[in-house]
């Protein structure tokens, strides 16, 4: 039977990151539940690398991910992106000359 | 008030016209969200019931090569199965209703998992047939607007390229074997053809969440485009399997270019959908058994966290 702690002892969700290859950064695979960092990562490898492509995994707990806001992207993304003379083409050469 | 809603269901309808996706924290209608959640979850419990008829030839397999091909899927379904409850979850609903839902029988689930699979040829089937019209169907869905679902379909998508191969290998092997392998792969398709047309669903006449699906972009094609282009790759590779397909209508149209089948029994599809299909109950059954003969291992991994985080030793 399913017993109420079951349902309402819910293992602690993690999020998933797996490096593919060395020098190579860690990108996000998915989530998975376990109930300590030990299972997560046992559980990462049986669910996200079943074939084996990777050199290390991360677990975070899910609820220590702190995210920007969708709604606040406008505001919050504003700045850099009203300065355009980070990017290389802001600047002109003269005709012809090559900058590499 | 509404005029900020009506703001933000405008905002959303842009984004989905201009292909962007939606991730879990963007706002999103009621609809989608409750359309997501019931369509998700139907594929989670999917994978999680289609590991049963499989399963059931693990320790019959003919041979080590074709046992750990076997095993090696069904495990992989488990896996999709997790990936896809994870999806769902970032819609707010939790794994253990969705667990319930299942296990209470209130939840849909693809109804091809509910024949059963009486011989060896049934695996080669299953792959050939069955995965062929998954992949079909979930290589469309990965372009779906929702980022999580298209994110586990496209991880899903690159792991069955096999499943669908290893199940060709066990027909190609059959049909060139002897008199009684061939009898048993035709008997077998034979069963497999007609309810694998069903996988795709209703026909769209009556397909009622279709329209609010494809406006949202969750669904990409219809239900009868999918299905034949299923049809039309599935002929060809039949024939050249020398099988014969259970069908004395089958016939090709010229002037469309596409293999055109006789009507399909959607009155056995509603029943095996309903619950009356020949395998429901049992599905059931093992899934309900599975869980509770697996609560040891829940309560053991549970009690095995607790020792740690009292005696300090850091579990990782």
């Known amino acids: 039977m399913t017993t109420p702690e079951d349902l309402h002892d819910q293992w602690e969700l993690w999020e998933v990151f797996v490096q593919e290859k060395t020098g190579e950064p860690h990108t996000h695979a998915g989530s998975l539940r376990a109930p300590d960092a030990e299972m997560a990562l046992q559980n990462a490898r049986d669910v996200y690398v079943r074939r084996g492509a990777a050199t290390s995994i991360w677990v975070v707990k899910t609820t220590d991910i702190s995210a920007t806001v969708p709604d606040d992207n406008e505001s919050f993304f504003e700045s850099p992106r009203a300065k355009a003379y980070r990017h290389s083409h802001f600047y002109k050469l003269p005709k012809g000359m090559k900058d590499q | ?316």
């Open chain 2, 1 to 316: 008030m509404q005029q900020f809603q009506t703001d933000l269901s405008e905002h959303f309808n842009d984004r989905i016209q201009s292909n962007d996706k939606i991730e879990p924290n963007d706002w999103m209608p009621d609809r989608y969200r409750a359309q997501l959640i019931r369509l998700i979850s139907q594929h989670a419990h999917s994978e999680i019931v289609g590991m049963l008829p499989e399963g059931n030839w693990i320790t019959r397999a003919p041979s080590l090569r074709r046992k750990m091909g076997l095993l090696a899927k069904v495990q992989d379904e488990a896996g999709h199965g997790l990936y896809l409850y994870c999806a769902a979850e970032t819609l707010g609903i939790s794994r253990e209703e969705m667990f319930d839902q299942l296990l209470e029988g209130h939840a849909k689930y693809s109804s091809i998992f509910n024949y059963p699979t009486l011989s060896w040829a049934d695996i080669g089937m299953i792959g050939w047939l069955v995965d062929g019209a998954a992949i079909l169907n979930q290589t469309t869905m990965a372009k779906c607007s929702y980022g999580p679902y298209s994110r586990s379909l496209l991880r899903i998508c690159r792991e069955e390229d096999f499943h669908k191969k290893q199940g060709m290998e066990i027909v190609a092997t059959l049909v060139a074997g002897t008199p009684r392998q061939k009898h048993m792969a035709q008997e077998s398709f034979n069963r497999w053809w007609w309810p694998t047309l069903m996988m795709f669903g209703p026909p769209d006449s009556d397909s009622p969440n279709s329209g609010e699906l494809m406006q949202w972009k969750i669904k990409l094609k219809t239900n009868d485009d999918l299905r034949q282009r299923f049809i039309d790759m599935t002929v060809e590779q039949a024939r050249a399997f020398g099988l014969t397909i259970p069908d004395p209508s089958l016939r090709y149209n010229d002037r469309t270019g596409h293999w055109e089948t006789g009507a399909i029994d959607w009155e056995e599809f509603k029943l095996v959908v309903n619950g009356y299909g020949p395998c429901n109950r049992e599905r059931m059954d093992a899934r309900r058994k599975a869980h509770d003969e697996g609560a040891w291992v829940r309560a053991a991994a549970r009690s095995y966290e607790r020792k740690h985080a009292t005696d300090g030793s850091a579990a990782a």
